[in-house]
């Protein structure tokens, strides 16, 4: 006990970084880090570890914290980070409108973070148009139409059981028309493994070139936000007719206040994909979005 | 789902145990760390799986002191029977009946399939000559009515709900009065969705449910939820008297095990399960059936019990 305190010239060896490393992994399992990165973190922070000299009144465990605490800020610090309102500008000076596209499963909240998103914009003093690109879901198109009505600003609809794809490029042209700042793009919730659906949104996604794809995955969700990710991607590049496929730029992680301190889910989702975090749902009204407190998630998981 | 892999790990793990000439306590606590394992990888709770190696390893040692018999089994019996207990607490749930007017109430946190299942369950009813009727107490989510309202006109199936009226409550009793008037013997009421972090939610939920006393709350859960469903559902439970539990989107790929610790959580049964987002992809759930078939597509074979 006394050596691990005052270390010095200790070296760390494997076996003992194992107790404490395992209660880390157990501690992120509990905040809902999905478990295999969980353990892929351990392993990158033991082999960080390993052979190194312990440093003078320095406990293994405060040592493994210290390098867990380094390797989650440097998942969830993005190494290319995305500033739409400069890119916004940026398409402005070219005349075109910029386009976002969101993107996900079931009832995510990518309709409503879609409207947060707008309302945001408006902040900014840009315009908006909303395209009702859901024309499947009963009562998607009413629910964007609602959105619309309450920030007013335009809305494109073309009704239900329409290709998605042609309605999302008539709307960018009416936007272009009508020299609207931003068009958001709302999708039908899809799950990652149904191949007709992501077929259908690759197709969407490759017509329409879109400035940001956003992926909108919800904080509530457990180790199959690792699938669901990879999933989108995976499908994305192989199912896309084109041969250099868009695959997911961002992330809008929602329902951030339904979870508590299970945060997990956003080391997972960005781990897996290398996509930043470009927002944080955490409500259900249009000012609730915000951007991502690495920090605090940080604090949160090793609390 | 979960219990796939979860079959398949379980074999693995008791094929090692089998392979083992002595089986000591460090042959099973191996195995029972596998099976940990497995159950975490699918979101089961922390808690819940700590508990679950407990209660097993209590069965088998005890058991293991009766002569003669075999570990292997008994393992695998106490897994399944420890998998039963969670998905079904042992007392069935109300069920509605024919011709006698029964209000059910769905509740359930954002985005987890409560308006589409409640056209699912009312469609299946009346497959079955019911004469269902669907309520939307949603004032809150853009476009809640439109959405009921296009389901229900699809399915045939009458509903009510209030474009201009802001109170639940309210449009609660309304269509429950006008639908016993019409002699619906199964009325069905959409709420918002909540979670337990807005407590005005809460209290909003428990006054439909005091103002309309359905004979029993569904509480839908989606598959893909992780941990912190446990927390939820809990909380859910003790608002409004939960009685049955719908699993949405088993569709997915998700692992389901967030749902499996939640269920446990409601202390009610599983009575059906959603796969897909049309109005007859649903299915009745039965728990034993359904967990031999999942966890025999990972191998887990039970010819052992029976
Ligand atoms: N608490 C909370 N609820 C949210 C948040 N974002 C969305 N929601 C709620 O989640 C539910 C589903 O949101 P939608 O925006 O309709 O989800 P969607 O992904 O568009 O759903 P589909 O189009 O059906 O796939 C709604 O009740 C929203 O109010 C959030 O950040 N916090
Ligand atoms: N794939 C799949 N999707 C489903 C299933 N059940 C519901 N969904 C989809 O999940 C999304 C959300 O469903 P809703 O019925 O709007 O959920 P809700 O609980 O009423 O949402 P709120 O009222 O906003 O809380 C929609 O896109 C549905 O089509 C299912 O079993 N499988
Ligand atoms: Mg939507
Ligand atoms: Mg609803």
Same mark, same amino acid.
């Given at each position: 006990?006394?050596?691990?305190?005052?270390?010095?010239?200790?070296?760390?060896?494997?076996?003992?970084?194992?107790?404490?490393?395992?209660?880390?992994?157990?501690?992120?399992?509990?905040?809902?880090?999905?478990?295999?990165?969980?353990?892929?973190?351990?392993?990158?922070?033991?082999?960080?570890?390993?052979?190194?000299?312990?440093?003078?009144?320095?406990?293994?465990?405060?040592?493994?914290?210290?390098?867990?605490?380094?390797?989650?800020?440097?998942?969830?610090?993005?190494?290319?980070?995305?500033?739409?309102?400069?890119?916004?500008?940026?398409?402005?000076?070219?005349?075109?409108?910029?386009?976002?596209?969101?993107?996900?499963?079931?009832?995510?909240?990518?309709?409503?973070?879609?409207?947060?998103?707008?309302?945001?914009?408006?902040?900014?003093?840009?315009?908006?148009?909303?395209?009702?690109?859901?024309?499947?879901?009963?009562?998607?198109?009413?629910?964007?139409?609602?959105?619309?009505?309450?920030?007013?600003?335009?809305?494109?609809?073309?009704?239900?059981?329409?290709?998605? &794809? @042609?309605? #999302?490029?008539?709307? %960018?042209?009416?936007?272009?028309?009508? !020299?609207? /700042?931003? $068009?958001?793009?709302?999708?039908?919730?899809?799950?990652?493994?149904?191949?007709?659906?992501?077929?259908?949104?690759?197709?969407?996604?490759?017509?329409?070139?879109?400035?940001?794809?956003?992926?909108?995955?919800?904080?509530?969700?457990?180790?199959?936000?690792?699938?669901?990710?990879?999933?989108?991607?995976?499908?994305?590049?192989?199912?896309? &007719? @084109?041969? #250099?496929?868009?695959? %997911?730029?961002?992330?809008?992680?929602? !329902?951030? /206040?339904? $979870?508590?301190?299970?945060?997990?889910?956003?080391?997972?989702?960005?781990?897996?994909?290398?996509?930043?975090?470009?927002?944080?749902?955490?409500?259900?009204?249009?000012?609730?979005?915000?951007?991502?407190?690495?920090?605090?998630?940080?604090?949160?998981?090793?609390? | 789902?979960?219990?796939?892999?979860?079959?398949?790990?379980?074999?693995?793990?008791?094929?090692?145990?089998?392979?083992?000439?002595?089986?000591?306590?460090?042959?099973?606590?191996?195995?029972?760390?596998?099976?940990?394992?497995?159950?975490?990888?699918?979101?089961?709770?922390?808690?819940?799986?700590?508990?679950?190696?407990?209660?097993?390893?209590?069965?088998?040692?005890?058991?293991?002191?009766?002569?003669?018999?075999?570990?292997?089994?008994?393992?695998?019996?106490?897994?399944?029977?420890?998998?039963?207990?969670?998905?079904?607490?042992?007392?069935?749930?109300?069920?509605?009946?024919?011709?006698?007017?029964?209000?059910?109430?769905?509740?359930?946190?954002?985005?987890?399939?409560?308006?589409?299942?409640?056209?699912?369950?009312?469609?299946?009813?009346?497959?079955?000559?019911?004469?269902?009727?669907?309520?939307?107490?949603?004032?809150?989510?853009?476009?809640?009515?439109?959405?009921?309202?296009?389901?229900?006109?699809?399915?045939?199936?009458?509903?009510?709900?209030?474009?201009?009226?802001?109170?639940?409550?309210?449009?609660?009793?309304?269509?429950?009065?006008?639908?016993?008037?019409?002699?619906?013997?199964?009325?069905?009421?959409?709420?918002?969705?909540?979670?337990?972090?807005?407590?005005?939610?809460?209290?909003?939920?428990?006054?439909?449910?005091?103002?309309?006393?359905?004979?029993?709350?569904?509480?839908?859960?989606?598959?893909?939820?992780?941990?912190?469903?446990?927390?939820?559902?809990?909380?859910?439970?003790?608002?409004?008297?939960?009685?049955?539990?719908?699993?949405?989107?088993?569709?997915?790929?998700?692992?389901?095990?967030?749902?499996?610790?939640?269920?446990?959580?409601?202390?009610?049964?599983?009575?059906?399960?959603?796969?897909?987002?049309?109005?007859?992809?649903?299915?009745?759930?039965?728990?034993?059936?359904?967990?031999?078939?999942?966890?025999?597509?990972?191998?887990?074979?039970?010819?052992?019990?029976?």
């Amino acid at each position: 006990v006394f050596q691990s305190i005052a270390g010095g010239n200790t070296v760390i060896g494997k076996s003992d970084l194992q107790p404490t490393l395992k209660a880390l992994k157990d501690r992120l399992m509990t905040k809902k880090v999905a478990e295999e990165i969980a353990e892929k973190l351990c392993e990158s922070v033991a082999a960080s570890l390993e052979g190194k000299k312990l440093g003078s009144f320095t406990s293994i465990s405060s040592t493994v914290q210290a390098a867990m605490e380094e390797a989650i800020l440097r998942i969830l610090t993005p190494g290319r980070s995305i500033d739409i309102l400069r890119d916004v500008y940026a398409a402005k000076e070219r005349e075109r409108p910029y386009v976002i596209v969101f993107v996900g499963v079931n009832g995510v909240g990518k309709s409503t973070n879609l409207a947060k998103v707008a309302y945001w914009l408006l902040q900014h003093d840009l315009s908006v148009t909303l395209a009702a690109c859901d024309t499947f879901r009963s009562g998607a198109v009413e629910q964007l139409r609602t959105h619309a009505r309450r920030l007013q600003i335009p809305i494109f609809e073309k009704g239900y059981e329409r290709d998605p &794809a @042609v309605v #999302a490029k008539q709307a %960018i042209q009416e936007a272009t028309r009508t !020299k609207s /700042d931003v $068009v958001l793009v709302d999708t039908a919730g899809r799950m990652q493994d149904n191949e007709p659906l992501m077929r259908a949104l690759s197709k969407l996604i490759n017509v329409n070139s879109p400035d940001l794809v956003v992926f909108v995955g919800e904080a509530l969700v457990g180790n199959d936000a690792v699938d669901q990710l990879t999933q989108f991607n995976q499908k994305l590049a192989d199912l896309s &007719a @084109v041969p #250099a496929a868009r695959l %997911i730029d961002g992330i809008l992680l929602s !329902k951030f /206040d339904t $979870v508590d301190d299970k945060v997990g889910a956003a080391l997972s989702m960005v781990y897996v994909s290398g996509a930043p975090i470009m927002f944080v749902g955490c409500g259900q009204s249009y000012t609730d979005l915000k951007k991502l407190n690495v920090k605090s998630i940080v604090n949160t998981l090793l609390k | 789902m979960v219990l796939a892999q979860l079959g398949g790990s379980i074999s693995r793990a008791l094929a090692q145990m089998s392979n083992a000439t002595v089986i000591d306590e460090k042959v099973l606590n191996d195995c029972l760390n596998e099976i940990s394992r497995a159950l975490l990888q699918s979101d089961v709770q922390f808690k819940m799986v700590r508990d679950m190696q407990t209660n097993i390893k209590r069965i088998v040692n005890l058991e293991a002191l009766a002569a003669g018999t075999n570990k292997r089994r008994i393992m695998q019996q106490a897994v399944f029977t420890e998998l039963c207990n969670m998905l079904d607490p042992g007392k069935p749930s109300f069920t509605p009946k024919k011709g006698k007017p029964s209000v059910v109430m769905f509740v359930g946190l954002q985005g987890s399939g409560k308006t589409t299942t409640c056209t699912k369950y009312a469609y299946y009813h009346q497959r079955k000559g019911f004469k269902p009727a669907l309520v939307c107490a949603d004032t809150f989510r853009a476009g809640a009515f439109d959405q009921l309202k296009q389901n229900a006109t699809k399915a045939k199936i009458p509903f009510y709900g209030s474009y201009m009226e802001s109170d639940p409550v309210k449009i609660a009793v309304e269509g429950v009065e006008r639908f016993k008037k019409e002699n619906c013997d199964l009325i069905i009421v959409d709420t918002s969705g909540r979670h337990k972090q807005e407590a005005a939610l809460f209290e909003e939920m428990r006054q439909v449910s005091e103002a309309t006393k359905p004979d029993l709350v569904i509480f839908v859960m989606d598959s893909s939820i992780g941990q912190a469903a446990f927390d939820q559902a809990q909380a859910f439970k003790q608002s409004v008297s939960v009685g049955a539990v719908i699993i949405t989107k088993m569709d997915g790929h998700a692992k389901g095990g967030g749902a499996l610790s939640a269920v446990a959580a409601t202390k009610s049964p599983v009575i059906f399960i959603g796969t897909g987002e049309h109005i007859d992809e649903f299915e009745v759930f039965d728990v034993k059936p359904f967990l031999l078939q999942k966890l025999s597509e990972g191998s887990f074979t039970l010819r052992l019990m029976y």
